[in-house]
């Protein structure tokens, strides 16, 4: 059964970037709408960023202006590329994605990574 394989998580400082990655595990799937949510301990997950149908992009108020989403369709991979990170972008990202299946011509909805985890500390 196809999943969502999320990576790039991992130990930075203040100022520094990082950039996850987002891609289907069967290659007959392509992501056509993706949310990228983040949940820190104790708190409720808060969506971060999303990619819509249509290509356009939006991001919430905190994160704008350092983070962006871009798309590798040959390897059939979105990403979530985090620049000038603060330790409250500190938490555990998520991606969700509804899938194109290439061989039934179905969409398929709300599939999720297993989460990838970011820390940004001095």
């Known amino acids: 059964q196809v999943h969502l394989v999320e990576s790039g998580g991992g130990l930075v400082q203040p100022g520094g970037s990082l950039r996850l990655s987002c891609a289907p595990s069967?290659?007959?799937?392509?992501?056509?709408?993706m949310r990228w949510y983040r949940r820190v301990p104790g708190k409720q997950r808060d969506l971060v960023a999303t990619?819509?149908?249509?290509?356009?992009?939006n991001f919430t108020d905190s994160v704008k202006g350092r983070f962006t989403i871009s798309t590798d369709n040959a390897k059939n991979t979105l990403y979530l590329q985090m620049s000038s990170l603060k330790p409250e972008d500190t938490a555990v990202y998520y991606c969700?994605?509804?899938?194109?299946?290439?061989?039934?011509?179905?969409?398929?909805?709300?599939?999720w990574g297993q989460g990838t985890q970011v820390t940004v500390s001095s």
């Open positions: 969700n994605a509804d899938l194109y299946d290439r061989n039934t011509y179905y969409l398929k909805y709300d599939y």
């Open positions: 990619l819509t149908i249509g290509g356009s992009t």
């Open positions: 069967d290659n007959n799937f392509n992501i056509y709408a």
